[in-house]
């Protein structure tokens, strides 16, 4: 056990600091400008020992009550005006490193610590992670504005115990520590929202707020993480076309390289030609919609050519430049992409098409050609059996197109948001196919989720480097 794991009451310490990302710079008229990511806050006519206390702050986490001649009301009010930018700290006399940090994430802010009852029953959140970040172990929440730092192992040991209902006393006692220590400690997990507390229920479990929460239940844990993390507001890590890999990796061709296999060139439309039994967009709308009945025949090899020449043909290629001068290739196709990256694929299983052999097939979307690249019928038969299954029809569909997506062609552009924008991209691809389908006179079906380990086998991928994202059926009216 570490010397602090008996620390008595009266070494305990509040310490402040300000998140990395805070400067302060002098200005005129003995001033000061507060540089945050939220925006810059001036201060003037501060105190000497306010202006020392600020300029420590930013060194790291600091006991404010060591400093001479300081008013610590003057002092609050100036961090009042610094929401979002405050970290509070627990530390121990005589140790340089706290035991746990609460960084804000969002402006505005302000962490109450509350008085923890150390006899009722609390319990880590199930909405909280718990990840290594920056070389600490950390614990965040979609539902906190906070990201709490474990810095020792003592903190380590309190939150491991937290995977069930417990309380402050036990905890303190499982571990070997004092329960005024473990009731502060954990009183900053409570603050953030990382740990829950519950009620007593005579002779039953406790009852924890969060479980029977309906806006809450609607979320799976994971599903709300992906969308705060996807999102601005809750977290603090670079969004956007920040190009953070940029200096370490080139960027990813347009097109994937072409795999092994027999090709087969497919039919290509000539769009300038008229064609007086071609739909209008709106009659493609309104006629729009999914089938999972088909006929006995699937779709014939030109009329695959057209769709896909019509929805997902690469028609330019070009090169963009980004922040700092970066110059990266990109593509124009029919349907929309973010940056035009255009990080998906499609890849079709066949099972019913008159002028194919049954198998699945590679898409070249640069020179529009189908190339086979596996002919084994079980693992064909996988992918159309769920499709079936998913579409919740009585047989196999003819022909499933399975989208990919090489990622990193969008993070090397994107932070944060790279994998909510390739779900995005589905969709838009998607109701491309669905209009072309329609207008074609196909029988088209999304589908709604398809076997990610069945597709890396049957489509040979290179996982994680390219990921299965999404389905779509293509056949015949009945």
Known sequence: MPSDSGAPPDVNLPLWSFRDDVVIEPAAGGSLVVLTRWGDVRVDSAAPAIVDSLYRMTLGPVELTNVDDLDRDDLFAVLARLPGCVVRSLGLKETATPLLSAVPLAPGEVLELPELDDTLPIRLSRFAIVREHDGEMVVESPLSRHRVVLHRPLTTWAVGALGRATTARDIAQAINVTRELITELLGYLVATGMVVIGTHTDGARPVFAEDDDPDLRAWSPHDLLFHSRSRLGRHDDDAGAAFRNAPHLPPLPVVRPVPAGRRFPLHRPDLTAPDPAEMSLTEAVEQRHSVREFADDGPSVEQLGELLFRAARIRSQTEAVGAGG?????????????????????????????????????????????????????????????????????????????????????????????YATTLKHVGVLQQTLYLVATMLGLAPCAVATGDSEAATTALRLDWPAEVSVGEFVIGLPS
Do not use: F, K
């Open 326 to 418: 970066v110059r990266y290739p990109v593509s124009g196709r029919p349907y929309p992409s973010a940056g035009a990256l255009y990080e998906l694929d499609l890849y079709l299983t066949v099972d019913r098409c008159a002028d194919l052999p049954r198998g699945i097939y590679h898409y070249d979307p640069l020179d529009h050609v189908l190339t086979l690249v596996n002919e084994d019928g079980e693992q064909a038969d996988e992918l159309l059996d769920s499709a079936m299954v998913q579409m919740g029809a009585r047989r196999r569909p003819p022909v499933l197109i399975t989208m990919t997506a090489r990622m990193g062609r969008l993070s090397w552009v994107y932070d944060s948001i790279a």
